[in-house]
């Protein structure tokens, strides 16, 4: 009777270990995978910086936008201040057609090009544009539009960083994505920190060109991708191989 009392209240005991599960050190190798991917693949790695490039500008954007537009040669109210995203709200859906409806056409209209076969890089075009686009938008950035067009940038961006990893390596995509975050992450806890004492110490003209510069640097490395990406890829092989290979739970 104790026995049969015993193995009832076992039943309800707050952590229960399931079978086949797998050891403390077998989670802690796959929860650092994100982090060792970032260097054993290097489109994961451009993805990684062009997405925490472009979501950096956010952080610019709403850490300047308030202090900047209350002050003393603007003197606006907190409401014209929320006004002024409006800009970014318009923007932000054309944005999504253009790195969604757009760069789907154009890889469409490569791959046709390319014996019907479409590759990952050929979605990155999109970058041409939507690179100046983010530029323009920082050096103008005290005009409403100008805000519209850094959002443009930032969302077509950051939606082509994240498709671009997909498409690489589609089988461990939600680890490289766990990377993604990772690394943007990272960048925008430095941006947060450095964007108050840049535009106070260079003056706004002069931040916001250099901004401006930087951007489009930053963007137009998807050239290095479109000439480098398919052998870079192929060369990141064994190591996909190996990490396909590599489950958390084994299947019964």
């Given amino acids: 009777m104790t ?9 309800y005991t707050l952590f229960k270990a399931p079978p086949n599960r797998p050891s403390n050190l077998h989670m802690l190798r796959m929860a650092s995978r994100p982090a060792i991917m970032i260097f054993r693949f290097p489109t994961v790695a451009w993805a990684d910086f062009l997405y925490g490039i472009n979501l950096a500008w956010y952080n610019v954007l709403n850490g300047t936008t308030s202090p900047i537009l209350t002050g003393k040669a603007y003197n606006w109210s907190a409401a014209l201040v929320g006004c002024v995203y409006t800009g970014p709200i318009i923007r932000a859906a054309f944005a999504s057609l253009w790195s969604g409806n757009a760069a789907d056409w154009i890889a469409l209209q490569l791959a046709r090009r390319n014996n019907g076969i479409r590759e990952p890089e050929h979605r990155l075009w999109v970058l041409a544009f939507s690179g100046v686009m983010s530029a323009a938008g920082l050096i103008t950035w005290a005009l409403v539009f100008g805000l519209g067009m850094l959002t443009f940038g930032c969302v077509t961006g950051g939606s082509i960083a994240v498709s671009y990893n997909v498409d690489c390596f589609k089988e461990i995509a939600g680890e490289t994505t766990v990377s993604i975050m990772l690394i943007r992450n990272t960048i925008g806890f430095g941006f947060s920190y450095a964007i ?5 110490t260079q003056a706004l003209q002069n931040c916001f060109i250099t901004a401006g510069m930087v951007s489009i640097a930053c ?13 870079t890829r192929r060369w990141s092989s064994p190591a996909y ?8 739970v084994q299947q019964q």
């Fill in 3 to 11: 026995r049969n009392i015993n193995a009832g209240w076992s039943q």
């Fill in 219 to 231: 963007t137009f490395t998807f050239l290095l991708m479109i000439v480098y990406g398919k052998r």
């Fill in 241 to 248: 191989q190996k990490y396909m290979a590599s489950v958390v």
């Fill in 196 to 200: 108050t004492p840049w535009w106070t």
